[in-house]
Each structure stands twice: as C-alpha cells, then as structure tokens.
C-alpha cells in the first residue's frame, strides 16, 4: 500500500537536504542516511525468510544421507536435483495421484472457512463499528481474549466438546443422531479453521468500517438510496480494501495449516500442511517435504499477488 | 498408593513411541555447521568413511541370518574410574522410564542424571548424527543398530560394549540376548536389550467377548460394528507390518509391491470406510478412557493401560489378543552407548543398573508396563503379583515367542521407500 510512498520518500527528502546543504544551511544527512533506516526491515528478511527458504530449495532439490536418510541440503543450484521434486509433482497427478485429493481438500476448506469468516467476521464488525456503542470497547476485548489462552489449549477444549460423549454431541442428539465429530468429519475441520483464523478477519475490518466517515453514509441517504443501497454502494466498496486484506490474512495461514486437521481431524481431511508435516517427521522424506513446501509456497503467492495488485489500484485510485 | 502416582498426570506420556509431532517444532534437522562446511564437495557422493575404521557393508540382520557386528573400536578398559559427580546424559523417549528408578541410580553413584527426549526414532538418529544431542545413553530400536555402528560422516556413532563392566547380562538375560545375543546384534557387542513386546490388539472386554476376539483376531480392527471406535498407530512400520500379517503375509519385512500397496489399503479403510483413528495413545489412554473399542497394541501400552482408567472402571475391562503361534509380530527395544559419550563408564554403570533383578523389574511392574528379558521373571507370576491383569494374559511375553513370532527389521533404501510411500498416500486419506 504505502511501500511505493515510503520508497518515494527518501530519495525526495534527500535532495531537499541536499539542496539545503548546498544553498540554505540546515540539516544535511548524507546519502546512506535514510537507505539505512531499511537496515533491520532487510537483515529480518535476509535472515528469517530468504535464508530459510533458500535452505528449503536446498532440501527440496537436494540428497539424503545414504545410511540414515536424514535430509542433506545442496547449497550450490548447478548441483540441484530434481528428481524428488518431479517425483512429488507426478503425485498430484500422475497414477494413484495420490496427493490430489489432499490439495482439492486443502482449497475447498480454505475457500469455505475464509467465506464463512468473512460473513461471520464481516458482520460482527460491522455491529462492533456501527452500532455497540459504549460496548464497542468490551466487544473488541472479548475478541482478542481467546488470544490470552494458546491455540493449542483451546482445540484441546474443542476435542473435548467434540468427543462422541461431549457436550457437543449432547446437545446435538437432541435433534439427530449422534455424530463423531473428531472421525476426519469435513465440516468440523472448516469450522476449526473458522475458529482459528476469524480474529484475523474482524479486526481489519473493525478497523476500516470504523474509519468511514459518517458524512460519506449521510450523503448516500441524502440522495435518496435506501439503507441497504447505501450499504451497498457506499459502506461495501469502502471497506473492500479491509475484506481483501481480511481474506489474505486469513487464508494464507489457512494453506499451510496442519495441527487444525491433526487435532479436529484424521486423515481423511487431510490437507497439503499435513503432507509436509509427515514427510518431514519421516526418514529419507525431506527432499519430498521441501518439494512440498515449494508448491504450497506457489499457491499462496497467487492470492497474494491479486491482493497486491488490488490495494495499489485502490491506492492509486484514491 | 499414598500420594500421588507419578504417571497419574496429562503430562505423562510414556509410550515407547511418543509421535506426537503436533507438538514439536520440526524435524528436519537445521543442517549442521559442519554439513554447510561439508558442502565443498556435492552431500550424499563421498560414502560413510567411519574415522579410518573400516566396516565395511555389513549386510541386513534377520533372524534366520544374524549379524555378528564389526568392531568399530575398542570398548573401554575395566579399570576406567567412574566418573565422578558427573551428569549423565540419557537420550530416550518421554518417560519411558520409571523417576523413581533413575532418582535411585543418582543416589547409588552420586551423580546427576540429565534427561533429553525425543518423539520418533527418526528424530532421535537425526541429532544423535548431526551432533545436536550428544548424550551418554540411547536408545536406538533394532534396525538401526548397524548403521549406528557404520556412523555417519563424522564417524560411527555407538561404541562397542566391555562386558565386564555389564555382569548383569549374563547373570539376569535370557541367553537370547546375551549369549549368543540377538539376532541384530551377535554376543551383544554393541547393545544391550531394554524391553520386549509383542503387536497385539487391545479391547474392550465390556463390549467385545474374548470368544468373539478370539474368533476374529485381527479382524476385530477391520469389524464395521466398531466404526468410529477403532485406533491404530501411526509409527509406519507397525502399522503397515500389521496390516501386511492381517492380510495372510508372512513377511513383515516384505518388499512386494503388492503385499505393501494390500496393506496400504487395509489401513486407508480403517481411515475412511471405519472412521478409525491413527494414533500414537489409541492403546494406553484412550482406550480405557472408552473412546476407543479396539485398537492395534504394544504389549507394554496395554499392561500400563490400567493406570488410564476412570475411577471405578475394573481393570476387567481390558482384553489383549495376540495370536498363537506364527502370525504374531514381537520386538525389542535396546540401549547403546554413542561414540561421544562423555561419561561411557558411567554409562556401563547404567545400563548394567537397568538389567539389574530388582530395578528393571520395578521400572517394569510400577511404571512402565513394558517386560524386560530377564530369566527371573516367571511369566506366570506376573499375573499372580497383579503387574498383568488376568484378562491381558496374552501380553506377557516369554522367550519361546521370540523363535516363532515374527520380527521387523532393517529393510534396504529401495524396499523402505516402498513402504514409506505407501505411507505417505495414508497420510494423504487416498
């Protein structure tokens, strides 16, 4: 959004400080002065993203120890391998093609948890932004509570709500026959995503239903649009900056999720991250898990790249 | 029991085979230092040299074929002093080991003992090769014994045994395995055995007879009546193993494609057609919390269950059946000492502590469920001195076992890709 800015910005400033320097006195910094300030954004990256993935291409295109089979990581590209690398890809669609269902999988419940996030989201923002009032502080608080308690331990609660003899199926054997939940059931592990990730997709939407001026709204029914047109034209188109970066935050994660389905799931729901994860966990699979790794690397840089394109049009049409 | 029991907690995970991944970070060890250093010349083309010591391919263990390992180096000398207030290092799965036992071996030698855990056989080898866990004790499961001995780049990774410093083995080990010793390891020269369990299935005796378990067998686990109640482990060379033994194979060590691709698809429809479960506390925790009705079993995991029962549930309710005769799988687990032990003399102390009559028992009967191979322990009396329930009779396991079961072992790079893949298209539900 505003990387194009702050990019933009120093090299302005510092033809202002040099003209300064040259004419008129005041504060002159020399030219590695503003670069710098990118210094720590740069070693984070350098050091905990291109580093690691790197090693990930490195295991992926790599060997495994002959004896013990524990991955060995090829650091130099003009000895990269790769056969494992194909060999995964022949898996999603080739033969057995036993990996295609797990990625069919993996995109039907991102796409269904994120929807059903952003309706559910999408609405409780709405309320907490417009219409709380004095409770808007107590709603945001109780939003953001479950974070206080590890993820972990609140899928080990729903585990338990879950069991064939929880309080979930109690309930639920009112009106049906009892269900086993936690058995590899589709449905329990979209709505495990939904709890997971929805926190993630009320608070930038909060945040920008909250910033819309009121005026903007009040001129809609001004000119005679109904509140629902209003909705419509005005209140939707503003906040979709906030939804598309909502639905990013929340599916991307979603991709390469795999302790939601090891926990609420089994195999049956399995999901692209449960591949990497076993392969990893297995001896003589690290090539296979980095391979991995670099499809669902791909995948998500799809939705990210749209995302991208669209907030700088938003920026730009601003 | 005044008090509370030490394994009476959430936290006591004490199976032999802890994989619980969910938790853990990651397995994929960040490659070493030295491997980036290493990197001059292409990984994986300059083969495993083992420190000028030349072992050579020594070839597959099998228990019609045993393997008298190559000494990799000289075995300490009988006057090597104990370390004294030393830390000892022990390398092992989660609480597969009594406290109270190893708090009785500090206080014997005055030493203090550091516990390190791991959650898989495959992590465990990872760092004890890379270096990034160099402890005194390990416990490596039996196929990978040899390989420990033929090391890694850096040389071999376990150290030949002096026997003289481990009278225990000869005094208290069934000749099996200690003279000659086992299969995988002949005279015992580089391991000593730990435990020793046989694959079973666990069930629910209130809900299964033991005439209907023992009609079906392993079938209990493919019974449709049980849809949704069953578990199995998740550890691919017993699942698979099983399965393969299910299906009429004699081979647990199979290479077939066929057979393996068979079992594969046993195991995916208790997956999808049985809405079973693949885990690694079917047997020991959920089983007799109720959750499960049947579930593939450890010896070990089923004799330890009894302290998982809710309050008020009789110890009657759990069954265990193994079958008679050749269709069963038996095992093993050993304790080594690595090359870069820091205190190896204390580490023989250890492991002849570990063999000794009175503490292995205890560590056995009071905590761990899993039997060690020692001539004292009369399979009958077992059930007389309630460490097994009567109805788990068939989990005891004796020497004789060990001639006709069946054995897993170590499978060469092509045949083990087989089954690894066949355990990844489990993994990916089919």
């Known amino acids: 959004m505003a990387s194009a800015e702050t990019t933009a910005e120093p090299t302005r400033r510092r033809k202002d400080g040099a003209d300064e320097a040259a004419g008129r006195g005041g504060a002159w910094f020399p030219g590695w002065y503003w670069p710098s300030f990118a ?35 090829v650091y130099q590209p003009w000895w990269w391998s790769f056969d494992t690398f194909s060999e995964t890809m022949q898996k999603f669609y080739a ?29 409780v923002a709405y ?27 609140r899928i080990y609660a729903w585990q338990s709500l879950l069991a064939s003899d929880g309080y979930v199926n109690d309930i639920w054997s009112i009106f049906a026959a009892p269900t086993n939940w936690l ?75 795999y302790y939601t389905n090891d926990l ?20 003589g699979q690290g090539p296979e898990a980095g391979s991995l790794t670099v499809v669902l690397m791909v995948i998500v840089v799809v939705p990210m790249l749209y995302y991208l394109r669209e907030t700088k049009r938003a920026a730009e049409s601003l | 029991m005044a008090g509370r029991h030490p394994m009476d907690s959430s936290s006591r995970r004490w199976s032999r085979r802890q994989f619980l991944t969910r938790a853990a970070g990651g397995a994929i060890a960040v490659p070493s230092m030295a491997a980036v250093l290493a990197a001059c010349d292409k990984p994986g083309t300059t083969p495993p040299s083992g420190n000028g010591t030349d072992t050579g391919e020594i070839p597959l263990a099998r228990p019609d074929s045993p393997v008298e390992l190559p000494l990799n180096g000289d075995a300490i000398a009988t006057d090597t002093p104990i370390e004294e207030g030393a830390t000892l290092q022990v390398y092992n799965w989660d609480a597969y ?79 099996s395995f200690s003279d000659p010793g086992p299969f995988y390891d002949r005279g015992a020269r580089y391991t000593v055995p730990y435990t020793i369990y046989t694959t079973g299935v666990a069930y629910r005796r209130d809900r299964i007879s033991d005439a209907d378990a023992e009609a079906q067998g392993y079938e209990m686990l493919w019974n449709p009546e049980h849809t949704g109640e069953i578990a199995y482990y998740d550890s691919y060379r017993d ?42 506390n079917g047997t020991y925790a959920k089983l007799p919390e109720g959750e499960f009705t049947v579930s593939q079993a450890w010896s070990g995991d089923i004799v330890g269950a009894k302290y998982y029962l809710p309050k008020g549930t009789s110890e009657d309710v759990l069954g265990f059946w193994y079958p008679e005769g050749e269709r069963g ?102």
């Open chain 1, 127 to 153: 309320y907490t932004a417009r219409h709380a009032g004095r409770y808007r502080v107590l709603i945001l608080v109780a939003l953001v509570s479950p974070f206080w308690i590890s993820y972990l331990m």
């Open chain 1, 183 to 257: 058995s590899g059931r589709p449905v329990t592990v979209i709505l495990g995503l939904v709890y997971g990730y929805i926190p993630f997709m009320i608070l930038p939407l909060f945040g920008s239903l909250d910033r819309i001026n009121q005026s903007m709204l009040e001129a809609g029914r001004d000119l005679g649009a109904s509140p629902a047109r209003t909705f419509w034209r005005v209140t939707l188109p503003l906040s979709k900056p906030a939804i598309l970066a909502g639905l990013v935050i929340v599916s991307l994660p979603m991709f390469g999720d």
């Open chain 2, 97 to 175: 080991m009594y406290k109270k036992v190893l708090q009785a071996f500090e206080d014997e030698y005055g030493v203090s003992i550091e516990w390190t855990t791991f959650n898989n056989m495959e992590e465990g080898i990872q760092k004890v090769v890379s270096g990034q866990v160099q402890p005194d004790v390990f416990f490596p499961t039996t196929d990978y014994i040899s390989r420990l001995v033929q090391g890694a780049e850096s040389g071999p990774l376990i150290q030949p045994l002096n026997h003289e410093l481990i009278p225990n083995l000869q005094a208290n080990v069934w000749p």
């Open chain 2, 239 to 280: 699942a698979l193993g099983m399965a393969l033994i299910r299906n009429g194979g004699t081979d647990p060590n199979t290479g077939d494609p066929a057979e393996i691709t068979a079992a594969k698809d046993a195991i995916l429809e208790i997956v999808n057609e049985l809405e079973g479960s693949l885990r690694i």
């Open chain 1, 95 to 123: 033969g057995d093609a036993v990996y295609q269902q797990p990625l069919i999988r993996t995109f039907a419940y991102v796409i269904l948890a994120s929807s059903i996030c952003l309706v559910l989201g999408y609405a």
């Open chain 1, 39 to 73: 210094l720590p954004g740069t070693l984070w990256l350098l050091v905990l993203f291109v580093l690691p993935f790197y090693t990930v291409l490195s295991v992926a295109f790599g060997t495994v120890e002959p004896l013990f089979r524990s991955p060995l990581p």
């Open chain 2, 329 to 430: 799988l038996i095992a093993n687990d050993t304790i080594a000492i690595p090359q870069g032990a820091k205190n190896p003399r204390l580490a023989h102390e250890f492991l002849n502590f570990f063999l000794d009559e009175k503490w292995g028992y205890t560590n056995f009967a009071d905590w761990n469920g899993y039997q060690p191979p020692f001539t004292s322990i009369v399979p009958a009396s077992l059930i007389d001195d309630k460490v097994v329930a009567p109805t788990l009779n068939r989990a005891v396991v004796t020497e004789e076992m060990f001639t006709t079961a069946l054995i897993q072992s170590q499978l060469t790079p092509e045949v083990d890709k087989l089954w690894l893949d066949a355990w990844s298209a489990i993994q990916a539900g089919g």
């Open chain 1, 264 to 283: 609420l799931g089994t195999q049956r729901t399995s999901m692209l991250g449960n591949l990497i994860a076993n392969s990893v966990f297995q001896s």
